[in-house]
Each structure stands twice: as C-alpha cells, then as structure tokens.
C-alpha cells in the first residue's frame, strides 16, 4: 500500500498527525476522511484495515490521531466532543488546501457522533458511514461511571480505558451534555450509511435503531454480525472497507479515468515491509500476497496462485470457445490445479534438487451434454491453451532497470 504520513495543524495550532491511504498509481475515485474511537489512534488495526481496503476500491482516505491522542500534540484531558468535531472540520480543511476536499466522512464508534456533527458544516461531504456509533454522546460516560462523583467534586479524574490511563475533567462532561445527537441528526440532510454488531458489547445494537430512526433518506444499514466493538477480526474491518465502498457508489460517482500502465501491460508495485503487491492491468486492480505463516498478510492469492490462475482460466475459457463453436452444450466448466516440483522419468540423479522440475496438475470437471469421444477432444484442446503453450516454450525474461531501458 502507499501510505503518506503527514502533520496539519489545527485552529490551536497542534501539529495533527495523519496517514493517507493512496490508491495505486491513479487519481482517486474521490477522497474521504476516517474518525477513530474514542482513545483509540490512527494506527489501530481496524482503521487501518478499512482504509486500506478503501484505497484498494480506488478512495484515497486520510485518517488522523485526534488532539493529544497517537503521534498529535496537545493534552487528551484538555479535549471534548466539540474539539473532535472542530479537529474533523480542521482535517477536511487541510485535505481540501493540499489535496482535495473529502467528500465521504466515516466515524468509528465516538468518531461516528463526532462525524455527524461535522457533516453539518462540511458543503464538500456527500455521504457519511458510521460503525458501531452511540446514538447519545452520554454514553461514552458508562466507560467511567464510577468517577463521575470524583470528577463533579474535584473537576477531574484519571480514568483507566483499554488498559490506559486518561484524565476525564468536568468540561468534557458538560460538553457531552449540551449535545444533542439524535436532533443533529434529524437535521443532516445527506446519505448515511450505519454498520453496526449485534454483538457489540460497548455500544449496544439498540443505538443503531435509533441512529436509523432520525436519519433522513436515503439511510442504510449493514449489520456486522459476529464483530466485536473494535473489529479485531480482521475480515471484519475489510468487510466494512468493501461495503462502504460500494454503497457510497451510489451517491458518489467514480471520475471516469482508465487506468495508467505507464504503456505497459501489467504494472506491481510493493511498497512497505510486507509482502503485500498490488497488480494493475489495463483494466483491473488486484492484489497479491503470501499466507502469514511465512510473513505475509494473506490479502491475496501468491504468485504461484496466480501463475495457477492464469493457466486455470486460460484453460476454461479455450475450453468454452471450442465448445461454442461445436455447438456443443456445456454448463459449467472446472478447472482444479496443483504444483509441485518433481524429477523427469529419465532422470539420472534423483537427489538432485536442481535436476525437479515444475509440475502443473490440471483436472477438469465439465457438465454438460457431451459424449466420451466430445470428451477426450476437450481435453486435447485443454492441452492446447494459449498459456499451456507458453508455459512449455523456451521463454526469455528480459529484466531492466526502467530508467535505463538499454
């Protein structure tokens, strides 16, 4: 992935600390600015889980660690709601001047609220998604109730939440008090998408009722059944990257722009300590990977599988142009593969490493009206595949440097 580490400043001027996620190598479909948890930072898993996904789909997301909280300036004890909320406006502000204005805001938990309020005085946002989102900003007091005393007699109190401690002061109280959410929210006259678990257990699913509620249309909602609050799961925080991405769809349309290959066909790039490869074709974004039993994130098929893959669906597709042209009926088409690397029958030294060679199992399965003799000629034609036939030529790997081309 490419990730840009910035810092912005906000009205107090703080030195704001953020990430954008960049798609690869093309102008984004749009930009979008992420609200994290309340205490939580940019760099938790989840946040960046959904904004790289995002910038997969081709949005270009800033996430940014709220006063005093992460890598920015400024004291935690010193913020409220209304400082996230101006902290959100600064951010977009920014993204505007150095980029381009957001046009989708996502919030996360007490992100979400804060969103909501932002939204109100953001012209350039379009949409707005909320996960796992209070309906009433009060809530987040449950997390320290047992000082609520302490902090009405003495102005404030050190707080234990998530295992760290934070300083909750009087202010912050009042301030929560004096917002109305759900009221904000009958006002907001733009698309909104809530994601929410039945399993949360820190902001019940009865709040994305009422979230729902006072939403004007359009309004969605997606529940995300068997997530925790902080969407540890992995395959949780992706899920919400992909179905934000393509409900905003709707309300905001993709610049049409083709893709830049720079004049060739495919183009990877690997960028960061993992393993993790974006492909690009002429027409296509996809991704490659290794499991993370040997370092990878396992976000997406290895070479290997997609080396199978090529031949795989070169295969089916011959397959399915022969057949057509027969006029021959098939329903479906598989095509299971297999490698691994093995010695030739008429080898002479068996313990050898260098002397195996690659194997490709291929087993087809085709359903269809077709006859013993029909089938033995499709599998003659399967043995004739453009990419078998490369496969088994003599082929030259040419590699250069791309700024020294000779």
Sequence with gaps: MKTEKVFFKNRKEFNLAAFIYHPLDQPPRFYALFAHCFTCSKNLKAVQNICNTLSQMGVAVMSFDFTGLGNSDGEFENT???????????????????YEAPSLLIGH??????????????PDIKALATIGSPSDVEHISHLFEDHLDTIEKKGTSRVNI?????????????????????????????PILILHSPQDSIVAINHAAKLYEKAFHPK???????????????????????????WVKKYIPAKVQPN???????????????????????????????PEEVGGDNLGPTPYDLLMAALGTCTAMT??????????????????????????????????????????????????????????RLLEIANKCPVHRTLEEDIIIDTRFKDHPN
């Design 220 to 246: 969605s909602f997606i529940s995300l059944d068997g997530a925790d609050h902080l969407l540890s799961d992995t395959t949780d925080s992706e899920y919400v990257g992909e179905m934000v991405s393509a």
């Design 260 to 290: 830049d290959t720079k004049g060739h066909e495919v183009k990877v790039r690997l960028a960061g300590n993992g393993y993790t490869s974006e492909v690009k074709t002429r027409y296509h974004h996809l991704l490659a990977d290794e």
């Design 109 to 122: 938990s007490f992100g979400g609220a804060a969103a909501i309020y932002a939204a109100q005085s953001l």
């Design 319 to 376: 397959l399915q142009m022969y057949a057509q042209r027969k006029k021959w009926r098939l329903e479906e088409i598989n095509v299971y593969l297999d490698h691994d690397k093995v010695h030739r029958k008429d080898s002479d030294n068996v313990d050898d490493k260098k002397a195996k060679v690659s194997r490709f199992t291929r087993s087809l399965e085709i359903t269809g009206d077709v006859d013993e003799t029909q089938r033995k």
């Design 162 to 190: 998530g295992g760290r401690g934070f300083a909750i002061n009087q202010s912050f109280i009042q301030d929560l008090r004096q917002k109305d959410l759900r009221a904000c929210l009958s006002q907001l006259r733009k």
């Design 80 to 98: 409220d709601l209304s400082s996230n909320i101006s902290d959100l406006i600064d951010a977009a502000n920014f993204l505007a001047t150095a």
